[in-house]
């Protein structure tokens, strides 16, 4: 089975930029999983997992607001985490 293709992808929302990491296997059957790092964490650490993972199913994994490569807003409240 060929490996899974691994991309760092951003998005713009009104408050900045978030950044993620996507794998999908060669054949994508629709499933998906999201992987959300811990508190003072970023994507990086599922890299691992995301290329095992993305033999058999499309993940993603976020920076979430003000971590690694994603933007720090000044303020973030919890209505930004649904932007």
């Given at each position: ?9 951003r998005v ?10 996507q794998a ?35 993940t993603y ?23």
């Amino acid at each position: 089975m060929e490996p899974p293709t691994t991309e760092l992808l951003r998005v713009e929302t009104p408050r900045g930029q978030i950044t993620y990491r996507q794998a999908a296997p060669p054949s994508d059957d629709g499933t998906a999983l999201l992987l959300i790092h811990g508190l003072g964490g970023s994507s990086v650490v599922w890299q691992r997992n995301m290329a095992v993972l993305g033999e058999r199913y499309r993940t993603y994994a976020v920076d979430l607001w003000g971590r690694h490569l994603s933007s720090a807003p000044s303020r973030i409240t919890p209505a930004d985490g649904v932007a």
